[in-house]
Nanobody
Framework: QVQLVESGGGSVQAGGSLRLSCVVP????????MGWFRQAPGKEREGVAS????????SYADSVKGRFTISRDNAKTTLYLQMNNLKPEDTAMYYC??????????????????WGRGTQVTVSS
């Protein structure tokens, strides 16, 4: 069982920034993708940003490209999501997740095995 703990959510005005963090247990060699997802009320969960562990290549949803950056610390125990120029449409519950095994796009939430409980991000206009 992999336990994930997110932090860093909050309320900001449009144009502001937040950085989300997610503590990931180390030394799990089965993890192939790590990602951030979000779900707004009445909407499906969507991929925001992900990293493929094999080569460290990030992927982003079109809606956040140029504004959000996903990264990991050197010890590879913390996953970050730096969110700049936030917009009201970014308001959602944000989840950290990890995917074990090969196969499936890293940005697709359906392939992920373990999820955090989420952290709320609210952006006001």
């Amino acid at each position: 069982q992999v336990q994930l703990v997110e932090s860093g959510g909050g309320s900001v005005q449009a144009g502001g920034s937040l950085r989300l963090s997610c503590v990931v247990p180390p030394y799990n060699l089965r993890i192939r993708c790590m990602g951030w997802f979000r779900q707004a009320p009445g909407k499906e969960r969507e991929g925001v940003a992900s990293i493929y562990i094999g080569d460290g290549l990030p992927s982003y949803a079109d809606s956040v490209k140029g504004r959000f950056t996903i990264s990991r610390d050197n010890a590879k125990t913390t996953l970050y999501l730096q969110m700049n120029n936030l917009k009201p449409e970014d308001t959602a519950m944000y989840y950290c997740a990890v995917k074990e095994g090969y196969g499936g796009a890293c940005l697709f939430p359906g392939y992920y095995n373990y999820w955090g409980r989420g952290t709320q991000v609210t952006v006001s206009s």
